[in-house]
């Protein structure tokens, strides 16, 4: 088993734990420090495989309300959107 995938597996395993870090990181004999840099890269790589789903706008269409909804949970309601917006405000997400 690669090394990601054998962290990736603790993290997972400790957010099922209930525990502290401090507490499971003494369980598992893993300084703190290496499991907040896995627990980091394991949110980086969530978030670079989540992402955003093309989206089609017909420029002859009725403007109606938009919700996005970022692959971190927030959500961005807007009455009327113009589709450069979202362009952008994509963009900027994937910076």
């Not at 995938?5 to 598992?28: P, R």
């Not at 009455?79 to 450069?84: L, N, S, T, V, Y």
């Amino acid at each position: 088993m690669r090394k990601a995938e054998e962290m990736f597996a603790l993290v997972k395993e400790w957010k099922q734990s209930g525990q502290s870090q401090k507490v499971f990181c003494q369980e598992h004999e893993i300084k703190q420090g290496t499991f907040a840099y896995w627990l980091r890269k394991k949110k980086q790589h969530e978030a670079s495989t989540g992402g955003f789903l093309p989206v089609r706008v017909r420029p002859d269409s009725e403007r109606k309300p938009v919700e996005l909804i970022f692959p971190n949970g927030v959500r961005l309601q807007m009455e009327q959107a113009d589709p450069g917006w979202i362009a952008a405000l994509v963009r900027l997400w994937e910076c």
